[in-house]
């Protein structure tokens, strides 16, 4: 069982900069996949970022060179930076967590955390 607790989303103007935050209820020791995704109206939800247990990082070309992934494993935290947003940013974010290895889906979803990007 794993709970996930996102934080950090807000309003932004385009070119802005926000930092979400995810706490995870367990150790990253136990997780093999961590990742970041949103979901935009009218769109599928996306991966945007992610982070293994061994610390192998990927991002979706839409978020390269902006967002970055990171985590504070002391603290059970996943963070995503988010630099120079922009208005097709504006999505529900989720975090969310696979304990399996290869990955096959997350089990475990956080509540999800609004980010809306304005022009």
């Known amino acids: 069982q794993v709970q996930l607790v996102e934080s950090g989303g807000g309003w932004v103007q385009a070119g802005g900069s926000l930092r979400l935050s995810c706490a995870a209820s367990?150790?990253?020791?136990?997780?093999?996949?961590m990742g970041w995704y949103r979901q935009a109206p009218g769109k599928q939800r996306e991966l945007v970022a992610d982070?293994?247990?061994?610390?192998?990082?990927n991002y979706a070309d839409s978020v390269k060179g902006r967002f970055t992934i990171s985590r504070d494993i002391a603290k059970n935290t996943v963070n995503l930076q988010m630099n120079s947003l922009k208005y097709e940013d504006t999505a529900v974010y989720y975090c969310?967590?696979?304990?399996?290895?290869?990955?096959?889906?997350?089990?475990?979803w956080g509540q999800g955390t609004q980010v809306t990007v304005s022009s």
């Open positions: 367990r150790s990253f020791l136990t997780i093999n996949f």
């Open positions: 982070i293994t247990r061994g610390g192998s990082i």
């Open positions: 969310a967590a696979d304990l399996f290895w290869p990955p096959r889906g997350p089990q475990y």
